[in-house]
């Protein structure tokens, strides 16, 4: 299930459209038919009724104007009409666009292109945006040109260039303060919300904030160990300020509130968006080089070689221009197992890669087979076992004996491929070009038998 999304902007360009005439459009309709307004924008702008209509659709989705029947500016609406200059009117524009609609994950997504070494453009940021928990984008989508031009009009990008100083001033919170964000578990960044929420000025009690929070956004927080795990992170990175309760009501439970020195920077809006990049963690490491990851894959920590391996894969699978369609997929289509990644591709035809990462010395036969079985409800053409190991003989054996009966191909990409591809990332071609000569022959005996 997508955890964030960008709005619709189709045909709402601030280069095509004067954002002040846009208003005044509006104001001067206000209450009125939103076919007038289509029909003005048509008139002034467009000259085509369908992308007049996906310009009104636009200002909806941006906040400017209400949902529903009629013409009504919205209050954000009504605080862009008040404001004296179009410079005005881009910079409110923009900070609506980074604290309410998801902006800084767009520019989160930018960071994480230029960090990992690669050069953004709209189908990649597309791409990236879909790998963080976007409500999936096409490599056409008008969406995310239309948020980067806004962007653009208030000078928190040029290009692809973040103006970080610009980017502070609007956002109201600084990088440092993102990543100190970032670092959080998002239990942590959730009670954060709640008492951002809460919005009061003085301490409260913490077990009364828990409870909301878990009532607010459906997370249970650990009893015990409440203090340890949540509270005393928290005031260490100085996000929160507490002290010794003094009532009764609450058990053990201090009294907290905000940090005076980030109580304006830190918005619940904000941590919203932080908190879906605390969720997915391997965005960090799709920002490593292939090296990296082959290093950071023989940690002695599970999980971290676990998360390194993952982004290996979609690292790979990028390489041959591969969709991403989504990282730890689990739900009840797949009996609560999870397949780590899923990639799409719409070349010739749809094709749907099922990758699988093992960290171990050997792949089994029941774990090829768990693949198969799991590739009838994701509807998947090819499965992709990539492992830092070697597949066990009856596992490769099985797998030959599906390839024959099933329209599947199922690919295996072990440890000295991996040595292959860090050595010359382009090598990933040739590898499943091997992988496919061999499905071929298998479907081929086994059609002649």
Known sequence: MPKFKLPYGVDFPPEKINISEVLQMALCLEGKDARKLVEELDKKYFDNVSMAANCKNSMVAYGILQSGG????????????SLSTDEERYDTMAKHILTNLN?????????????????????????????????PLSKTNKHVATMKKWLEKANVLDGWEIKETKLTCLAGVENDQVEILKGLSVTQIVFLRALCNADADGYQNAAKIRDLAEISFNVIFPGKQFSAQIINPLVEKGLIEKKPSLSSHGGNAPEV?????????????????????????????????????????????????????EAFAIKMMRIVNLDFAGTRVKGSQTGGAEVDVLFDTTRLNYSRWQVQCKNSPKVSLDQVAKEVGLSHVL???????????????????????????????IVFIESDDIDEILKEPSSIVKILEREAKKAKQVKLLGNSI
Do not use: W
């Not at 009629?70 to 009409?81: A, D, E, I, M, Q």
């Not at 994480?112 to 050069?119: K, N």
């Open 103 to 135: 902006g800084l994950m767009f520019i989160e997504a930018i960071r994480t292109l230029r960090i990992g070494g690669e050069r953004p453009s709209l189908e990649r940021l597309a791409d990236t945006l879909n790998l963080m928990g976007c409500e």
């Open 379 to 409: 509807k998947t053409n090819v499965i992709v076992i990539l492992t830092t190991g070697k597949a066990a003989t009856p596992a490769k054996e099985y797998a030959d004996t599906i390839m024959c009966e099933m329209n599947l191909c």
């Open 70 to 81: 009629g013409v009504h500016l919205s209050g954000f609406g009504n605080t862009l009409v």
């Open 257 to 309: 509130k905000i940090a005076d020195a980030v109580k304006e920077q830190v918005q619940a809006s904000i941590l919203g968006q932080i908190q879906v990049l605390a969720g997915v963690e391997v965005i960090p490491y799709c920002q490593k080089s292939l090296i990296e990851l082959r290093m950071e894959i023989d940690s002695s920590d599970t999980h971290k070689k676990g998360l390194a391996l």
